[in-house]
């Protein structure tokens, strides 16, 4: 599985769109690009997946670049609750084994 | 919130004891992984079970070994504790069709924090 580089920490006010960056510049041609994140003193959650078009769902979107070596995760409306970590992983969709987690994106949302 | 639940939530051990953690999978659900998270880290994998057999491993020791049951709970077991082993442990489990898909889907339960003394 591919390897990931994310910006250590990043923090945003509340109300506002919060563009977590990724890149995944060795990413193959059958890799998948996944977000999770974890709150603190919880177990990762799964946010969003995608292959090369955009994604959206209820929590977030995607958005892979076209040459797919970087992507960016855009929680259009942040909230405190939004505060956690942040993990890109690239993976083979019917990988059958492990999730490679990096070190994430510390994410703050200020008041 | 998962379906996924671990017991015990804390644990203190001392170096040198046996622990054995134990998971719930959400209904439904025949894959299970454990991954151990070291404060301020990502989670490591340390294996996965499908249909009660090992089905990849990290880079973890024997002494780090597991069972998966018929209802698809299972334990992680660590003999000869070491301070190292002090670590968040999760259990995440995913549904797996006939089709062989959707291993990635991994619903994490809570973890359970172990202590080594």
């Known amino acids: 599985d591919a390897k990931t580089t994310q910006p250590t920490s990043m923090d945003c006010a509340e109300g506002r769109a919060a563009n977590l960056p990724c890149n995944h510049s060795?990413?193959?041609?059958?890799?998948?690009v996944y977000w999770y994140r974890q709150i603190h003193s919880q177990g990762p959650q799964y946010i969003i997946h995608?292959?090369?078009n955009n994604e959206t769902n209820e929590m977030a979107s995607l958005i892979i670049t076209e040459d797919r070596k970087s992507s960016t995760l855009i929680l259009p409306h942040a909230t405190l609750r939004d505060t956690a970590v942040y993990y890109c992983?690239?993976?083979?969709?019917?990988?059958?084994?492990?999730?490679?987690f990096g070190s994430g994106t510390r994410l703050s949302i200020r008041p | 919130e998962t379906g996924v639940t671990q017991s015990p939530t804390h644990l203190i051990k001392t170096r040198g004891q046996q622990v054995t953690l134990r998971c719930s999978s959400q209904?439904?659900?025949?894959?299970v992984s454990w991954y151990q998270q070291a404060l301020g880290q990502g989670p490591q994998f340390i294996f996965q079970?499908?249909?009660?057999?090992?089905?990849g491993r990290g880079n973890f020791p024997p002494r780090f070994s597991g069972l998966q049951f018929p209802n698809y709970s299972s334990e992680l077991n660590v003999n000869a504790l070491e301070l190292d082993d002090s670590a968040l442990y999760l259990c995440?489990?995913?549904?797996?069709?006939?089709?062989?898909?959707?291993?990635?889907?991994?619903?994490f339960g809570p973890g359970t924090r172990l202590t080594v003394l």
């Open positions: 995440a489990s995913s549904p797996v069709g006939a089709s062989g898909g959707s291993y990635n889907e991994q619903f």
């Open positions: 060795t990413i193959s041609g059958n890799e998948y």
């Open positions: 079970y499908y249909r009660e057999e090992e089905n």
């Open positions: 992983i690239v993976r083979r969709y019917s990988s059958a084994s492990k999730i490679i």
């Open positions: 995608g292959l090369k």
């Open positions: 209904s439904g659900h025949n894959t």
